[in-house]
């Protein structure tokens, strides 16, 4: 199941919840995963922040921060929080709408959950890959 929660509402109208859940469960099966609980909370920046600093040691803003909750490599569950004041700013630094920069972080989520990692260049390559391909299915 996926769900959705809004601690922010700005930016919450650019979202069709059960259109993303349709889009989703479609990229996770599409990757050869099972859909399991997977809940995104939609934040500001200073809720992100606080999330950054106690579970990372990280002392900055971010877009996403996502925590798996399961140690079975098929089934896809976790926990993603997204900021939507820096999705909105990173939106404005692409050049991209704020909605099409969303679905990006949304997917970003899922993506990670599945495995995928961004710390090499390789691994941001691939990664990006995938959000470009994925993306161009959602439309």
């Not at 820096?86 to 991209?96: A, F, G, L, M, W």
């Not at 989520?109 to 990692?117: E, R």
Request: hydrophobic content about 30%; glycine content about 6%; some cysteine.
């Amino acid at each position: 199941m996926i769900s959705f929660s809004y601690q922010v509402l700005v930016g919450a109208d650019n979202l069709d919840d059960k259109k993303n859940k349709r889009w989703l469960k479609d990229v996770i099966s599409r990757e050869g995963k099972k859909t399991g609980d997977i809940q995104y909370v939609f934040c500001d920046d200073n809720y992100l922040a606080a999330i950054n600093k106690s579970f990372l040691n990280h002392d900055t803003f971010t877009d996403i921060i996502t925590f798996p909750t399961t140690d079975n490599p098929d089934l896809i569950s976790g926990e993603i929080y997204i900021s939507m004041e820096r999705v909105n700013e990173n939106s404005k630094k692409n050049s991209v709408s704020f909605s099409e920069e969303l679905s990006r972080v949304i997917l970003h989520g899922i993506l990670h959950l599945i495995g995928y990692k961004d710390y090499s260049d390789s691994e941001k390559k691939l990664i990006r890959g995938k959000e470009d391909y994925y993306l161009h299915l959602q439309r």
